[in-house]
């Protein structure tokens, strides 16, 4: 299918022809991911759902798309002059690979807060990086001035037509792998990703759903459809850094406006228990950004999906190692497999013990356990403690207190 000229894709920045020709563009130059059906996450969730596998890309998202489609119609002239982004992470992952790939001079201007990962990644594959500021806005001003001075081209990683075509092809590969889809659950930055898959999606199958996914710290759509236009938000932390987006980009919000279907704000509770649940069911490592589909499905955001067929992309892995750990054991607390409490337990000798063996008999462990004798004690026969204790789920946990409280343990 082709737009037309009276076509309402014809007015917009980006039209299903240009997804189609950066289709061709791409081919044998970024992967062709798999869309399998997941079977424990279709049970966990209601859905029949079916992850679309971008965090297999060379360079672990799906970034690459926009960033070869745009890199590849530059002139010769730009190509050699080099080109630069401001980049959380992803973005300059895909261009300084491809840039690479063409012998395109590149340089990425990183907040200071960027996953080290992402950091490395992009300097061991022979980019010029540049640290500044303390969110993605401070990195593009200054990525602004560098290429002002130097003569570069800059490659806007969710606004760019060329960008955003790219992306889209996401939604043509999507529809030729589950062609009777019902809806496609996609996380929400700058808006590039949603606004291209939804273009492609909505004009070849306009009766499937496409829902934005954005976190609550992070809720620059949702400011936009509210403002009718694009905002700047104060971003806040969040597991989802590379949905940390102060405002939406123009273009994409104009197509994705038109196309989505409608936006939910998921919390982070639910983006650490969704990045867990992806190790655990589908044995993937997903950062916090691409698990933004499968946190809304946990948190019951979407009811109106049960049952129907629906498409996640996964799309990014490229998780800080360094905090992994950290997001793994927020998640078993949003789970209710690691509890925290306090008790009052006998100081005397075996007193620590008989607590242990009634946390033993409950079938529940104990992961960390710390004594407060400085400040805790009334009675100096006695101790409080602060547990960390490894339960089934959250009724396993209540039980366990229940049981302490009926054995004379003050619980807390």
Not at 184 to 199: E, R, S, T, Y
Request: glycine letters at 8%; one cysteine or more; proline letters at 5%.
């Amino acid at each position: 299918m082709n737009a037309t000229e009276d076509s309402p894709t014809a007015r917009l920045p980006v039209s299903i022809d240009d997804i189609y020709a950066a289709a061709e563009r791409l081919k044998g130059k970024v992967s062709y991911t798999p869309c399998p059906k997941s079977i424990p996450l279709s049970e966990a969730t209601g859905c029949e759902v079916h992850c679309k596998l971008e965090h297999l890309q060379r360079t672990g998202s799906f970034k690459e798309r926009g960033a070869r489609n745009a890199l590849e119609q530059l002139t010769a002239e730009r190509q050699r002059q080099g080109v630069i982004a401001a980049s959380a992470g992803n973005h300059a992952l895909g261009l300084v690979y491809h840039s690479t790939l063409l012998n395109i001079p590149v340089t990425v201007v990183m907040p200071t807060v960027a996953p080290l990962t992402k950091v490395s990644s992009c300097r061991r594959m022979g980019a010029n990086v540049v640290l500044h500021g303390q969110n993605l806005a401070e990195a593009r001003e200054q990525a602004d001035r560098i290429a002002e001075a130097e003569g570069l081209t800059y490659i806007h990683g969710y606004d760019d037509p060329d960008v955003i075509a790219g992306q889209g092809t996401m939604g043509l590969e999507i529809l030729h792998q589950v062609p009777d889809l019902d809806a496609v659950v996609i996380p929400v930055g700058g808006a590039g990703l949603i606004a291209g898959v939804a273009l492609a999606i909505k004009t070849l199958r306009p009766q499937t759903k496409i829902i934005g996914v954005q976190p609550r710290r992070a809720n620059c759509l949702q400011a936009a459809l509210t403002a009718g236009k694009p905002v700047k938000i104060n971003v806040t932390p969040t597991l989802a850094d590379g949905l940390a987006v102060s405002m939406v980009g123009p273009r994409a919000f104009e197509i994705a406006r038109r196309y989505m279907d409608h936006l939910v704000i998921t919390h982070e509770r639910f983006l650490a228990l969704a990045v867990l649940r992806l190790i655990e069911l589908e044995k993937s490592v997903i950062e916090g950004a691409g698990a933004a589909p499968l946190a809304a499905l946990l948190e019951g955001l979407l009811p109106e999906l049960k049952g129907k067929k629906v498409v996640m992309p996964l799309c990014g892995g490229n998780i800080d190692t360094n905090v992994l750990g950290r997001i793994i054991e927020s998640g078993l607390v949003a789970d209710g497999r690691l509890v925290r409490f306090s008790a009052r337990i006998s100081d005397r000798p075996g007193g620590l013990a008989r607590f242990a063996a009634i946390v033993a008999e409950q079938g529940a462990s104990i992961y960390e356990i710390d004594h407060d004798r400085a400040y805790a004690r009334e009675d100096i026969s006695t101790v409080v403690i602060h547990c960390v204790v490894e339960t089934r789920d959250h009724t396993h946990g209540e039980e366990l207190k229940r049981r302490l409280m009926e054995a004379n343990y003050l619980i807390a």
